[in-house]
């Protein structure tokens, strides 16, 4: 690992100012009704950025009812699509007016390289509003071909006010992922950011209503998952739920749901993807993958390669390529722009990846790079890379969301299919290889959501995302998501004396 950046991020950029604090409800910033408050932490320095408004569930209930009362009676979903488009568009051009500043936020609040926040994660948002807004005037039924004397078709109607409970690692393209959509659908919404990272979310509601968003359609409770998520998850009056996170949460928002009102569900939860490389692969080209795959965003990425499958004639080529590209990745401050890594979150999660990591090592892995923290204060850790791993330790079966890698040889394509379906997660898998026919094979054999063929973390708006078995259900971008935030209604009424049917 190269040797960390020391430099001072007020070299690289301006610190943003926090202008943004409040709870975001019918169209105004208001104190929370308690008027607790919460420190976002700054997971560079270990330091407190601001105290923002801590939302409870008498702040979701106000928060709903704004929503309920601009879904029934507000002009949100009875405008013509191509006006709500027209409005999500003004939303994206706001974002890209304050793509700087916005990108700071998530580097002061999340530990995102800046770099990568400017280029991607932030107009990443804009990019996807735009997208949405293109489909929100072109959503339509079917007419429908009756067997009996009857013409029928089908309406696609906006579901109503929906709960969006956003992840930490992510917090800007998740957030639009889930709110573009449910806009162009016509629903009105309460968004509960990670209390981690809450700062960007509340910009965000800023800009929706300089936007010309109607007052009630977007509201924002920043608070913490078992007050105000869960309020969210079990209130009667919200008719759907659409959450990014674990999947213990995500069992939780479920049996909040069906005990409250059987409102909709969406669930995008965790993974332990896994990538497998084949002897006819380009050593350098699988190596640069299988780095990035684990290292991008810190490993807090729920496709994470965290299992890395390498058939075992190329196996001694690989860890040596893959070891000498380790050692150059450089761990430091998010703004300097030589830096690839960035720190994990918060504390949390900085020792529980440091659990994992001592776990490996006591069940008998061998660390092969990495494994400490980085630095004496902020929350850095070296990538980390463990062999001689067996398919039953901790490190290989759960969800570490760090940069941690687990790294496994295997003879034959079966074999391969066999270890990579051996989770209890289906989110994401990678394929390298040259070979047309195992590339088929293999990604028809594996149980994840979304494969990616002689390529990693190949996102795009248009294609939609989701898991298998423990890993979730639903699925965000792409028309799917739009689908998930609209009924269907079947509308039929006799014809008589026609002349066919």
Same mark, same amino acid.
């Given at each position: 690992?190269?040797?960390?950046?020391?430099g001072s991020?007020?070299?690289?950029?301006?610190?943003?100012?926090?202008?943004?604090?409040?709870?975001?409800?019918?169209?105004?910033?208001v104190?929370?009704?308690?008027?607790?408050?919460? =420190? !976002? #932490? %700054?997971?560079?320095?270990?330091?407190?950025i /601001?105290?923002?408004?801590e939302g409870?569930?008498?702040?979701?209930n $106000?928060?709903v009812?704004?929503?309920?009362g601009?879904f029934?009676?507000g002009?949100?979903?009875?405008?013509?699509?191509?006006?709500?488009?027209?409005?999500?568009?003004?939303f994206?051009?706001?974002?890209?007016?304050?793509?700087?500043?916005l990108a700071?936020? =998530? !580097? #002061? %609040?999340?530990?995102?390289?800046f770099?990568? /926040?400017?280029?991607?994660?932030?107009?990443s948002?804009?990019?996807? $509003?735009r997208?949405?807004?293109?489909?929100?005037?072109?959503?339509?039924?079917?007419?429908?071909?009756?067997?009996?004397?009857?013409h029928?078709?089908?309406?696609?109607?906006?579901?109503?006010?929906?709960?969006?409970?956003?992840?930490?690692?992510?917090?800007?393209?998740?957030l639009?992922?889930k709110?573009?959509?449910a806009? /162009?659908?016509?629903?009105?919404?309460?968004?509960?950011p990670?209390?981690?990272?809450?700062?960007?979310?509340?910009?965000?509601?800023?800009?929706?209503?300089?936007?010309g968003?109607?007052?009630?359609?977007?509201?924002?409770?920043?608070?913490?998952?078992?007050?105000?998520?869960?309020?969210?998850?079990?209130h009667?009056d919200?008719?759907g739920?659409?959450?990014?996170?674990?999947?213990?949460?995500?069992?939780?928002?479920?049996?909040?749901?069906?005990?409250?009102?059987?409102?909709?569900?969406?669930?995008?939860?965790?993974?332990k993807?896994?990538?497998?490389?084949?002897?006819?692969?380009?050593?350098?080209k699988?190596?640069?993958?299988?780095?990035?795959?684990?290292?991008?965003?810190?490993?807090?990425?729920?496709?994470?390669s965290?299992?890395v499958f390498?058939?075992?004639?190329?196996?001694?080529?690989?860890v040596?390529?893959?070891?000498?590209?380790?050692?150059?990745?450089?761990?430091?401050?998010?703004?300097?722009?030589?830096v690839?890594?960035?720190?994990?979150?918060?504390k949390?999660?900085?020792?529980?990846?440091?659990?994992?990591?001592?776990?490996g090592?006591?069940?008998?892995?061998?660390?092969?790079?990495?494994?400490?923290?980085?630095?004496?204060k902020?929350?850095?850790?070296?990538?980390?890379?463990?062999?001689?791993?067996?398919e039953?330790?901790?490190?290989?079966?759960?969800?570490?969301?760090?940069?941690?890698?687990?790294?496994?040889?295997?003879?034959?394509i079966?074999?391969?299919?066999?270890?990579?379906?051996?989770?209890?997660?289906?989110?994401?898998?990678?394929?390298?290889?040259k070979?047309l026919?195992?590339?088929?094979?293999?990604?028809?054999s594996?149980?994840?959501?979304v494969?990616?063929?002689?390529?990693?973390?190949?996102?795009?708006?248009?294609?939609?995302?989701?898991g298998?078995?423990?890993?979730?259900?639903?699925?965000?971008?792409?028309?799917?998501?739009?689908?998930?935030?609209?009924q269907?209604?079947?509308?039929?009424?006799?014809?008589?004396?026609?002349?066919?049917l």
């Amino acid at each position: 690992m190269a040797t960390p950046s020391n430099g001072s991020s007020d070299s690289f950029v301006k610190m943003p100012t926090i202008k943004f604090t409040k709870l975001f409800i019918d169209g105004e910033f208001v104190d929370s009704v308690s008027g607790k408050t919460f =420190e !976002t #932490i %700054d997971p560079r320095t270990e330091e407190v950025i /601001a105290r923002v408004a801590e939302g409870d569930k008498e702040d979701v209930n $106000l928060a709903v009812e704004a929503a309920r009362g601009a879904f029934d009676h507000g002009p949100w979903p009875r405008l013509p699509g191509s006006e709500r488009g027209r409005i999500m568009m003004k939303f994206a051009d706001l974002i890209d007016e304050h793509v700087e500043e916005l990108a700071a936020l =998530e !580097t #002061i %609040d999340a530990g995102k390289l800046f770099g990568l /926040a400017k280029l991607v994660d932030v107009p990443s948002g804009a990019k996807t $509003l735009r997208y949405y807004a293109g489909a929100a005037d072109k959503i339509h039924g079917e007419v429908l071909k009756m067997s009996r004397e009857f013409h029928a078709y089908t309406l696609r109607e906006p579901i109503g006010v929906v709960g969006l409970i956003i992840p930490w690692n992510f917090p800007t393209t998740i957030l639009f992922s889930k709110v573009s959509p449910a806009l /162009a659908a016509g629903c009105t919404m309460v968004v509960k950011p990670a209390e981690q990272t809450p700062l960007s979310a509340l910009y965000y509601a800023h800009l929706a209503k300089l936007a010309g968003i109607p007052n009630g359609v977007l509201n924002v409770i920043t608070g913490f998952g078992p007050t105000a998520g869960a309020s969210i998850s079990s209130h009667m009056d919200i008719d759907g739920v659409s959450f990014t996170g674990s999947t213990k949460i995500g069992r939780e928002i479920m049996q909040a749901a069906a005990k409250s009102n059987l409102k909709v569900v969406s669930l995008e939860l965790g993974g332990k993807s896994p990538l497998v490389i084949f002897d006819d692969a380009d050593v350098e080209k699988a190596a640069q993958l299988a780095l990035l795959g684990i290292l991008f965003n810190k490993g807090e990425i729920c496709v994470a390669s965290s299992r890395v499958f390498v058939q075992e004639g190329i196996y001694d080529e690989f860890v040596k390529k893959l070891v000498e590209k380790a050692k150059d990745w450089v761990v430091g401050d998010p703004f300097d722009p030589k830096v690839n890594q960035g720190p994990q979150v918060d504390k949390k999660q900085f020792e529980k990846i440091l659990f994992y990591i001592d776990h490996g090592k006591r069940e008998g892995a061998t660390l092969l790079t990495g494994g400490k923290p980085v630095g004496g204060k902020g929350y850095y850790i070296e990538p980390t890379i463990f062999t001689d791993v067996k398919e039953d330790m901790l490190i290989v079966k759960d969800e570490i969301f760090g940069p941690v890698m687990a790294l496994m040889k295997f003879k034959t394509i079966d074999e391969a299919i066999k270890k990579a379906n051996n989770t209890k997660y289906g989110l994401a898998a990678g394929i390298v290889t040259k070979n047309l026919d195992v590339a088929n094979t293999v990604s028809r054999s594996i149980r994840a959501g979304v494969v990616w063929i002689n390529c990693y973390f190949a996102f795009d708006r248009d294609c939609p995302y989701g898991g298998y078995k423990m890993s979730g259900f639903g699925r965000d971008n792409g028309l799917e998501a739009l689908h998930k935030y609209l009924q269907v209604k079947s509308v039929v009424t006799p014809i008589y004396n026609s002349p066919w049917l």
